[in-house]
């Protein structure tokens, strides 16, 4: 909601699937790779590193929306907002992310790694 000005799970930039049928579930979010295949990819450079709040973020005064980056996401955490047609994803909240204080139960948590991400290891 602080992202968008309004409360949809189409809009979240932390998706959460769900199979009941076989107990599983997946947690979708972007890991503010060190090395980000989604910058790599973007066309028009829009996916800008931050380095006071470690976050990518995308300038959607230059996205044209061709979601090259959500392919080229290995963890599925670049999500199209079918409301206001636009790539989207975790950016941090500007270094201090509100569903990790807002959560009731206190499952979530904002870990900075001391190493960067092995994408490689990761998808292998």
Same mark, same amino acid.
Not at 21 to 40: L, N, T, Y
């Given at each position: 909601?602080?992202?968008?000005?309004?409360?949809?799970?189409?809009?979240? &930039?932390?998706?959460?699937?769900?199979?009941?049928?076989?107990?599983?579930? &997946?947690?979708?979010?972007?890991?503010?790779?060190?090395?980000?295949?989604?910058?790599?990819?973007?066309?028009?450079?829009?996916?800008?590193?931050? *380095?006071?709040?470690?976050?990518?973020?995308?300038?959607?005064?230059?996205?044209?929306?061709?979601?090259?980056?959500?392919?080229?996401? *290995?963890?599925?955490?670049?999500?199209?907002?079918? /409301?206001?047609? &636009?790539?989207?994803?975790?950016?941090?909240?500007?270094?201090? *992310?509100?569903?990790?204080?807002?959560?009731?139960?206190?499952?979530?948590?904002?870990?900075?790694?001391?190493?960067?991400?092995? /994408?490689?290891?990761?998808?292998?």
């Amino acid at each position: 909601m602080i992202n968008e000005g309004y409360a949809s799970l189409s809009s979240a &930039r932390v998706q959460v699937m769900l199979d009941p049928f076989r107990g599983d579930h &997946r947690i979708s979010i972007c890991r503010q790779c060190s090395k980000a295949p989604c910058a790599e990819v973007c066309p028009q450079d829009a996916i800008i590193y931050d *380095p006071a709040t470690g976050a990518w973020l995308i300038d959607y005064n230059l996205c044209d929306g061709c979601g090259l980056c959500a392919e080229a996401c *290995p963890f599925g955490a670049l999500f199209w907002d079918s /409301i206001n047609e &636009r790539v989207i994803k975790c950016e941090l909240c500007d270094g201090s *992310p509100l569903c990790v204080e807002v959560c009731p139960t206190g499952a979530l948590a904002l870990q900075i790694a001391a190493d960067s991400i092995d /994408i490689e290891k990761e998808t292998a």
